[in-house]
């Protein structure tokens, strides 16, 4: 193609068409500029479609992650863990209103009392969206949003819950302390040591009225903060589905 248009430049240089060449000349480069432009466009256009694409996957990840972090919020540390510790709390409270409660259950809401409770959401997919930069989420409002979340709201959180769950180590060894010493039982031939569970005369103890207190403070403010986040969540999640569904 190149050899061709050599060979019409030089027939009308060697026929001395001077004015003829120039108008050639110029619509040559015309050509070659138009061509140039297809290609920035077409190249643009791959660019942007990349670009789209890889919004798509992360904003996938995202949406896989806080799926996964709103059923384990909401089935093990508030469905689960936090709900057995608020049980326990109301379980000894109607013992001290002097209500019939089965004792048998004393050994497992006492152990509930001082169970301590972890912070835990996965933010992997966000700090992967950082290294290359915030601003591949073309969407200004959800971008906002997400930063907003990971950057302010699970920090946030987190610091409020771990201050909550401060003190469960003492907790642990008030609980001990109220508890009677180890013995020795001999089950199905082999020797055991256990601790036997303390009695219902235990709820007139300072010390266990104290252990309670703590157990009912931690436990309702582990679910207030928890509870908070997850109305920070749920909206945020939706969004990513939107965008999602849109694109």
Do not use: C
């Not at 432009?37 to 949406?63: D, G, P, S, T, V």
């Not at 469960?168 to 508890?179: A, F, I, P, Q, V």
């Amino acid at each position: 193609m190149i050899k061709f248009f050599r060979n019409i430049r030089q027939n009308l240089l060697s026929e001395g068409k001077t004015g003829k060449y120039l108008k050639y000349a110029i619509g040559e480069i015309v050509l070659v500029v138009i061509g140039i432009l297809i290609a920035l466009q077409i190249n643009n256009w791959n660019e942007a479609r990349k670009a789209k694409e890889f919004e798509l996957k992360i904003l996938k990840e995202l949406q896989t992650s806080l799926s996964n972090d709103f059923n384990y919020i909401s089935n093990h540390s508030l469905g689960y863990r936090n709900n057995e510790t608020i049980k326990a709390v109301a379980y000894f409270e109607t013992l001290i209103k002097g209500e019939d409660r089965s004792v048998d259950s004393l050994r497992h809401y006492f152990n509930w009392l001082t169970y301590g409770l972890t912070f835990q959401l996965n933010s992997g997919p966000y700090e992967s969206l950082k290294s290359i930069g915030v601003d591949k989420i073309s969407n200004d409002s959800l971008r906002n949003q997400i930063v907003h979340f990971y950057d302010f709201l699970v920090p946030r959180n987190r610091d409020l819950i771990n201050w909550g769950q401060e003190g469960t180590k003492e907790d642990g060894e008030l609980k001990n302390s109220l508890m009677g010493s180890y013995q020795a039982k001999v089950i199905e031939g082999e020797v055991r040591i256990y601790r036997p569970a303390p009695d219902k005369s235990i709820i007139n103890d300072p010390r266990f009225l104290e252990l309670l207190d703590h157990a009912k403070f931690r436990s309702s403010w582990t679910a207030n903060q928890f509870n908070n986040l997850l109305n920070s969540l749920i909206p945020l999640k939706e969004h990513i589905e939107i965008e999602l569904i849109n694109n």
